[in-house]
């Protein structure tokens, strides 16, 4: 009981320092790409503290509520867009059968918990009673809810290729090739789970509840202060929820050669995959909401229902 | 399919364009520490009136050209008769002469009109105040300018009347 307490604070207090230093990674290389330098002056080597003068000062600003807004759902929004992204961490096996919550059924957890930051983001959208944080909700509703199906279909792919439906029996399935590597149904998967995860983490080019020209920011407009930073967490926390289960369920989680420990290997697979996120985020420009659905339900979707099949078949004649 | 893999293709090639300038050099500078170094005719920086190094007597000979061309309309002189100068420039002088730079677009156009290159540009970046009245330069301040340049020779902008119109000139032009 206590060494459960203690991992699981351990988990959320790193899982925390890493969505905070993703933002400092972020802009670094955003910075990189445009031949800039980016934060440089907030701590000695390269603005090394600048995410904590970020957060200092989200919490000294204040924190406004509109008058004409549904203050309960106003205020439970951040929360609900915050608290699904971190515990989908609890889920993560950190090591052979290490995790906060080691479930047999613990792949359909995770992904149910990744859906429901939506639910917060519709909240707030709703809740603050201002057209344009509506709309984007509604946009996000609209290409998240699609943009689920071709994802959940490419990640039924690792689970049918080791017959497991537990992320610990997907990682140790694993121990022979990593599953990006088996031939064209892994690497098909992957970037099919890929193209829907900057969907689902609302990542450019396919970050279209942010169009600020159409849509003045996103479905935070009305949030300030505390409320703002814990919706920033929010995405980034999703954004390093769906890399880190990309490391799991491809690239074999906390497998990997023993000088270093697993979580490390799985951190180091994660915050590769996240650089690869931002290499395709300031590459690329928005698309429109009617090219975003066309890709997935006329080109995504099918790709991964054939993908599921040749999966089965490669299963069932091993 | 075939857009498909134009946009697979195009994705490609724009992940290779952000990848070859990953790897430029950052043209940041870290500006107060690091100073780009200004052109030879900068002209971004404040004026000056310059005068005769040998007499000391001012150039203005308050002919106002540089009041009539200016866009902004923010020059503004007044004519004082006097002695004749040693120099043979005339005899008559500016009494006033003000330059409200809040509104100088740095078109440069005084400069090019003036047949005494009295009014000149300054090599230096633009001072920053916090008053309206410290962009308002009068004629002691813009004197005080001239007197500095003088001094650092390197603050003078290369751009002068007599210059600016020998380069403009067309060719075969009197």
């Keep these: 009981m206590i060494a459960a307490l203690i991992l699981s604070a351990l988990v959320l207090s790193v899982a925390m320092t890493i969505v905070a230093y993703m933002t400092w990674l972020e802009r670094k290389v955003a910075a990189r790409f445009q031949n800039r330098i980016g934060p440089y002056h907030v701590g000695a080597p390269h603005g090394w503290l600048q995410p904590l003068a970020d957060i200092m000062k989200l919490i000294v600003k204040e924190d406004i509520t509109p008058r004409a807004a549904d203050r309960v759902l106003f205020n439970l929004g951040p929360v609900l867009v915050v608290v699904p992204a971190l515990l989908g961490f609890a889920f993560i096996p950190i090591g052979p059968g290490l995790a906060v919550a080691n479930h047999a059924y613990s792949f359909p957890f995770f992904l149910a918990l990744a859906s429901l930051t939506l639910l917060g983001v519709f909240a707030a959208g709703w809740s603050s009673n201002n057209k344009y944080a509506l709309l984007s909700a509604l946009r996000l509703v609209a290409l998240v809810a699609s943009y689920e199906i071709p994802m959940i279909l490419a990640l039924l792919v690792p689970a049918v290729l080791s017959g497991s439906l537990s992320l610990s029996g997907i990682v140790e399935a694993q121990r022979g090739l990593w599953f990006a590597a088996t031939p064209v149904i892994g690497q098909l998967s992957l970037l099919l789970f890929l193209v829907c995860a900057l969907a689902e983490g609302n990542k450019s080019p396919l970050d279209l509840l942010e169009a600020e020209s159409e849509l003045v920011a996103a479905y935070n407009v009305e949030y300030s202060g505390i409320k703002f930073a814990l919706f920033y967490a929010g995405e980034y926390a999703h954004t390093l929820a769906m890399c880190t289960l990309a490391a799991t369920v491809f690239f074999g989680g906390y497998l990997g050669p023993a000088f270093l420990p697993g979580f490390v290997w ?3 697979k994660s915050v590769v995959l996240f650089v690869g996120v931002l290499w395709i985020r300031w590459s690329l420009m928005r698309v429109r909401i009617d090219q975003a659905l066309r890709l997935n339900w006329l080109v995504l979707f099918p790709v991964a229902l054939v993908n599921v099949f040749l999966a089965a078949f490669w299963a069932a004649g091993r | 399919m075939a857009s498909a893999s134009a946009i697979f293709l195009g994705t490609l090639k724009a992940m290779g364009t952000t990848l070859r300038n990953a790897f430029r050099r950052s043209t940041t500078l870290r500006y107060p520490k690091e100073k780009r170094p200004l052109p030879a005719r900068w002209r971004g920086g404040s004026f000056a009136l310059t005068f ?43 009494d006033v002469f003000t330059l409200d730079y809040q509104a100088c677009m740095q078109c440069e156009l005084c400069i090019q009109v003036c047949p005494t290159d009295a009014i000149v540009m300054t090599r230096a970046l633009s001072p920053a105040t916090r008053t309206r009245e410290g962009l308002f330069l009068s004629k002691e301040r813009l004197m005080d300018n001239g007197r500095r340049l003088l001094e650092e020779t390197s603050l003078a902008s290369e751009a002068t009347g007599t210059k600016l119109r020998e380069w403009t000139k067309p060719e075969g032009a009197a």
């Design chain 1, 266 to 268: 799985l951190l180091l």
């Design chain 2, 52 to 94: 005769d190094p040998g007499t000391g007597e001012e150039n203005c000979i308050g002919c106002r050209l540089c009041e009539y061309i200016c866009p902004s309309e923010i020059i503004a002189v007044t004519l004082r008769k006097g002695e004749a100068r040693a120099n043979g420039i005339g005899a008559t002088y500016c």
